[in-house]
Each structure stands twice: as C-alpha cells, then as structure tokens.
C-alpha cells in the first residue's frame, strides 16, 4: 500500500496523498520526556499507545493545544479548500434529514470540526429550508480548546453544544458528519515474523532516542487480522484500528436505535492488503512521527471495509465506500461550480477549476479519499451514492 499522505496541506500546495518534501523539527517536546519515562517504567508502548499520547494526552497531546488546520497550521481540510464541499454535504444532510421523517428536534453533529468551517458551510446552505434550521440542535465533538474558540467565533448566533467523545453526545435522531477524523485514531502494527506476529513497538536507543522494536510472538494476534494476512508471507506488516472500529460500531447502533444518518469521509483503502501508513505532518511538510511527539499530526490510511463490517453487525445500512470525487459529482458539483463560476472574475472562476480539480480529481483527492454511509435500515437510496 502506498503510504502516501492524503489530507490537503495547504490552501496553496500540494495535498497530502502528493510528495512534501522535508521534516525537520528542532529541540524536544514537552511531552518526550513522559514518553522516555513511561518506557523506562513500563517497558515499550505500542504504536497505538504512543498515537494516542503523542495526539491526546491531557496536556501535551496535539490535538489538545494546537491549532493545525489552515495555512499558518500543519494542513488544510477539504472544506477549507472550496465553499462547495460544505454547501454539497449542507445538502446532504437536508435529504437525510426528510428522509428520516423530518424529526423536530433532531442532533446535526459532527465529530472533529477544526475551525467550524463545514458546520458554517452546511448552516448557510440549509438556512434556506427554515424547518430544518430550526430543528438542527448542534452537537460537536471536539477536544482541542483552541478550535472550539475558533468554532464559536465562526458560528456567531448558533446554539452549540460540545463534547469530549462520541458517547457523550445525546440520543435522538441524528444527522453526522465525520470529514477526515477516523485517520486520526490510533492504530496498531503487526510484522509476520518467523516465529509468528510481532507487535510494532516504540522503545528507546542507549541514547534515549525513541526508536521502533518489536515484541516477542503474539500467539493470539491472528484474531485482530484480516483475512488477507492469514498466508502472509514473513516480513508483511498490517495494520488495524480496533477503535475505530469500535466507533463506527457505535454509530451504527445509534442509527438503528435512534434513526439516524452518518456520513464518514476519510482517506483510505476498502480492504486491506498491508503496508505501513503512519505519517506526521508539521508546518505542511512530512516529519519523522517519533521526533517530538505532540508537536506533529500523525494519521493512518482508514480501513473502509472494515467500519462497513462493523457497521453492518448492527443491522443498519451500509452504503459505500465510493471515491469522494464520484460522491461530490453525483451530489453536483460541477454544476455549483459553474454557478459560481458564471459570476466569478477570471482569477476567481480559476480558482474555482482548480479547487474542483482537487476534490474530485482521482490524481488528487478524488480517489484516495472514500465516503461511507451508515443509516437507519430501510433509509432507502443514500444521495451522492446513486444516481
């Protein structure tokens, strides 16, 4: 599998899934000398472990006190691109919302929200139909204290709610959106060994430098595996993310139990095959992922298949995954932006051609990235998926 980045990086360069070139972060973290202690304490984190401090850790952890989205942050979102892609999922959202029966009040979450920009994007659009708007109740889950001053400042004159994890949100009928947050949750790494899988660990050289090793044989590991690794020759490396599969399955038994809608847009495969995709991102370049942790985005490539399967086990339905490029065709995007266009100065309608080059491009986002599905059963055709 190609490792290659996905997210946009700026509002000007290259995305993601596109070659940047350099690295380097100069002096410690704070949060590296945790890391070296816990080591010596406790011996070897795994992958996931040190994901999930070197992103989430009350203190130091990135998500907790950095704003990285936009040109003066580490990358930029799809939204952040074109004011197209929030005003086609404001639309999307409004057709789910009538087919669930147009509930009043009913939650329009969105797990994530950076800067607010899509929440603004898709309350502008849907302002139009007034019984939505005022049956939308705005729930974000977000834990970066920096972005909800953001959110609140650019969503001036709603009524929001925030939260710190999904099983927090409130029940009732839903509308979610989740654009480029899976990618964030912590992964774990698996090396067929002679001996057996081998759990990818991150330990510490005699100089204190954080390095990758591997445990002993895990005997039971096979059962965390897909199936296209059970003859795997020695040498292959997997990945999986039990917690987002855990995730999605608690949003598909929300929406059967609550009626609702998920919409997932990340960057990723539908199976997997192996490879590695962790990477970190600082200041729009790719970085080392074990120097100074806390201070880069670390992602990895989403498995669609298997939060389909998940899921699925709780008797919903699943559409999807299709490319993002085919998803914002379907819903029309061509069309807006020649309406846009039509009234765009040259410089602007320019702009406008390239950002939906970059969307939908399957050299660009349009591939790489896939959306997912989850509705009550019997929601019927989900739009963007059919024609």
């Known amino acids: ?157 709603h009524k929001i709610c925030w939260y710190e994890d999904v099983t927090m949100l409130p ?38 430098t954080l390095t990758f090793a591997l445990s002993e044989p895990i005997p039971s ?32 038994r929300r929406a059967g139990r609550d009626q609702g809608a998920a919409l997932i847009i990340d960057y990723g495969y539908t199976e997997n095959t192996g490879g590695e995709t962790l990477q970190a991102l600082k200041d729009h370049k790719y970085a080392d992922p074990l120097t100074n942790p806390g201070s880069a985005d670390l992602t990895a490539h989403v498995n669609f298949g298997a939060l389909a399967r998940a899921a699925a086990l709780e008797s919903t339905q699943v559409t999807g995954p299709v490319g993002q490029g085919q998803f914002l065709v379907t819903l029309g995007i061509d069309a807006r932006a020649e309406r846009l266009s039509a009234h765009a100065t040259p410089e602007q309608a320019e702009a406008i051609r390239a950002a939906l080059h970059r969307l939908t491009s399957n050299e660009q986002m349009g591939n790489l990235f896939k959306v997912l599905a989850i509705t009550s059963r019997d929601f019927g055709p989900v739009a963007g998926f059919h024609s």
Request: glycine fraction near 8%; include cysteine; hydrophobic fraction near 40%.
């Open 1 to 157: 599998m190609n490792p290659a980045k996905s997210r946009a990086i700026s509002l000007n360069s290259n995305t993601k899934s596109e070659q940047a070139a350099g690295s380097g972060v100069s002096g410690d973290s704070p949060l590296l000398d945790h890391i070296r202690r816990q080591i010596r304490a406790t011996g070897p984190l795994t992958v996931s472990e040190f994901m999930s401090l070197a992103l989430y850790d009350p203190q130091f952890g990135y998500y907790r006190r950095t704003r990285a989205i936009g040109k003066d942050g580490d990358f930029v979102t799809a939204p952040e691109i074109s004011q197209m892609f929030g005003e086609l999922i404001g639309v999307w959202c409004y057709q789910c919302w009538l087919q669930l029966g147009s509930p009043s009040p009913f939650n329009l979450i969105e797990l994530g929200p950076g800067r607010g920009t899509l929440m603004a994007d898709i309350l502008r659009t849907t302002r139009r139909w007034e019984e939505f708007s005022g049956a939308a109740q705005i729930q974000l889950v977000e834990v970066n204290a920096a972005l909800k001053d953001q959110q609140e400042t650019l969503l001036t004159g």
């Open 221 to 252: 590991a096979h059962e965390l595996l897909p199936a296209s690794a059970m003859h795997a020759d020695d040498g292959a490396f997997f990945e999986v993310n039990p917690t987002a599969t855990s995730l999605c399955t608690e949003i598909a």
């Open 171 to 208: 029940e009732g009928p839903f509308v979610l959106i989740a654009n480029e947050f899976f990618d964030c949750l912590p992964v774990r790494q698996f090396v067929k060994s002679l001996s057996g899988w081998r759990e990818r660990l991150v330990g510490m050289d005699q100089t204190d």
